[in-house]
């Protein structure tokens, strides 16, 4: 497909469990972007990856949350000891490799994660 | 006070109705998104502005970026136009994209 793809679209954890997010973004966007959206908000930025370099990771919310993208493509989102709050829409987009102008971010169905 | 404001937070109106959502934001830009997100669905990004106005069949964006204000409107609004806009900005940050997301209008068309 053209798109961007998320797996698994969602998922049941329960507390304390560790859960992985995957994201596959459009072939040869170099710029990758992970948001958590809580029920009836806005996305919230949380990390950041120019190829395999992690540039931002200001928004993740604890050190229970690790983001690697080792080859500059496939990303994964992982969650170590979810607890409720963790309980959102994870989401993933993908940019183009930037002209020096702002580019369009297209962005993945997301995996919706509940942690009983 | 979040650096993205949206209203109304809610629209109910009747199809063919002329629509407008308003986004204001406090920080300096480098771009500003408006996205669509219809329910249980993925997002899927309208347009990207930095000056002036885009137009994409129905659907028409402005930006004022001295009053750092920007306005969607959706003309002769149909059913299938329901759904959560959302406005976000691109802080001026050179190489990070990162968007910040207003908390979103719900549209809803009433047949």
């Known amino acids: 497909g053209a798109g961007v793809s998320q797996s698994p679209r969602y998922k049941v954890a329960k507390r304390g469990q560790d859960v992985a997010l995957r994201c596959d973004p459009i072939s040869g966007h170099v710029s990758l972007f992970w948001y958590q959206q809580a029920l009836g908000q806005g996305p919230e930025f949380l990390t950041y990856?120019?190829?395999?370099?992690?540039?931002?990771k200001s928004g993740l919310p604890s050190d229970r949350f690790f983001a690697e993208r080792p080859e500059g493509s496939v990303s994964t989102l992982k969650i170590q000891r979810t607890q409720q709050e963790d309980s959102a829409v994870y989401l993933c987009a993908s940019s183009p490799p930037t002209s020096g102008s702002p580019d369009t971010q297209y962005f993945g169905p997301g995996t919706r994660l509940t942690v009983l | 006070k979040n650096e993205v404001e949206q209203s109304p937070q809610n629209l109910t109106a009747q199809e063919g109705e002329f629509i407008t959502i308003n986004c204001s934001y406090s920080?300096?830009?480098?771009?500003l998104h408006w996205l669509q997100q219809h329910p249980g669905g993925g997002i899927v990004s309208l347009f990207m502005?930095?000056?002036g106005k885009k137009k994409h069949g129905r659907l028409i964006a402005t930006i004022n970026i001295q009053e750092k204000h920007s306005s969607l409107h959706i003309t002769a609004s149909h059913p299938r136009d329901s759904a959560v806009y959302i406005c976000?900005?691109?802080?001026?940050?050179?190489?990070?994209?990162?968007?910040?997301f207003g908390t979103g209008t719900r549209l809803t068309i009433i047949p």
């Open positions: 502005l930095s000056s």
């Open positions: 976000a900005v691109a802080p001026f940050s050179f190489g990070n994209e990162k968007l910040t």
């Open positions: 920080v300096g830009i480098s771009a």
């Open positions: 990856f120019q190829n395999e370099a992690q540039l931002d």
